[in-house]
């Protein structure tokens, strides 16, 4: 059995696991969140602790968050679950969720009917249109991407398994990548809060895709 944070050996890759934080008080209240440095909920507590407990057992060598709160005390109560006391962790504004600029604590319902649905959904569902101040999911990419090839993708290539607890859009910048998606495909991506996706790996030193990781998915599950 393989000691946890021990990497694993040369010729294999590490596993990757993503989860989007618990529910937030701003989730429930159907509010636009942002960068807004919001609580979970007693829900979302418990989702992070079902997200503990499901992955319990997998030796992780490192874990990356986002320097928004309820990311990180989704992190700390998986760590607890999980047994993972002592676990580097490193915290970085980059994972941070997409700015929403002007709409940040605005009534996602209210909105529609200010601005208009059309136009909202627009802001929301497009892939390189920004809300007024804020950004789209393209920009979001942009500043979330190059953290992951710095950081979190050379450890994966080195055989560490990586555990990134981070936001429904910063992650889903990474999905894209990881699953070649397209600006279109990507937009029909939903991500659950705190409902791990769980990829293992093989070396792909021919990516089809301009700008894809030098790896391919094996194997990826949803552990609930």
């Known amino acids: 059995m393989i000691e946890p944070h021990k990497p694993l050996p040369a010729h294999e890759l590490g596993k990757l696991v993503l989860v989007r934080h618990g529910q937030s008080q701003w989730n429930l209240e159907n509010r636009f969140t942002g960068w807004v440095d919001v609580d979970l909920t007693d829900l979302g507590r418990e989702e992070a602790r079902r997200a503990g407990m499901n992955l319990s057992g997998i030796p992780f060598y490192r874990a990356f968050t986002s320097m928004l709160k309820r990311a990180q005390e989704t992190l700390r109560i998986i ?67 190059p953290y992951f090839e710095g950081e979190i993708l050379p450890a994966l290539l080195k055989g560490e398994n990586c555990l990134v ?25 939903n991500i659950p809060t705190a409902v791990p996706l769980y990829y293992e790996f093989v070396p792909d030193v021919r990516p089809s895709a301009p700008g894809a990781f030098p790896l391919s998915i094996r194997l990826k599950k949803v552990l609930q």
């Open 79 to 145: 760590q607890e679950a999980a047994s993972l006391h002592d676990l580097p962790v490193m915290k970085t504004t980059a994972l941070n969720e997409r700015h929403y600029g002007d709409l940040q604590g605005l009534d996602k319902d209210e909105t529609a009917k200010k601005f208009g649905a059309e136009q909202v959904h627009i802001w929301r569902r497009s892939y390189d249109i920004s809300p007024p101040g804020g950004e789209s999911l393209k920009t979001t990419a942009e500043r979330v991407l």
């Open 165 to 189: 607890v981070a936001h429904g859009n910063s992650l889903r910048a990474i999905v894209m990548v990881l699953e070649q998606l397209t600006p279109k495909e990507i937009l029909e991506v």
